[in-house]
């Protein structure tokens, strides 16, 4: 798109840091493109318990100390992705 503006202009630099984090966080752990072998569904369903958390239980995840919200955005990200 050669009109797309800056994405610094939409996401602030320290959310995207965070959603960075979680990925790396989730190479290390499960390495390779496995999140490929999981459907929408599951991604989906990911999501929305992390989205669940962040509301009724803690805003961070335990193991990463990362938002359940980054963690939920990854989450999308990977259902948008799967064919």
Known sequence: MNNMRD?????PQGI???VFRVLN????????ENWKK?????????AIGHIFHYLFIGKK????????LAHAVCRLMFAMGVK
Not at 7 to 11: A, C, D, N, T, V
């Open 25 to 32: 966080f989730g190479d290390r752990k499960h390495p390779g």
């Open 7 to 11: 994405i610094r202009l939409y996401i």
């Open 61 to 68: 995840d335990k193991e990463t100390q990362c938002s359940h």
């Open 16 to 18: 995207t840091n965070e």
């Open 38 to 46: 999981q459907s929408v569904i599951t991604h989906l369903w990911h």
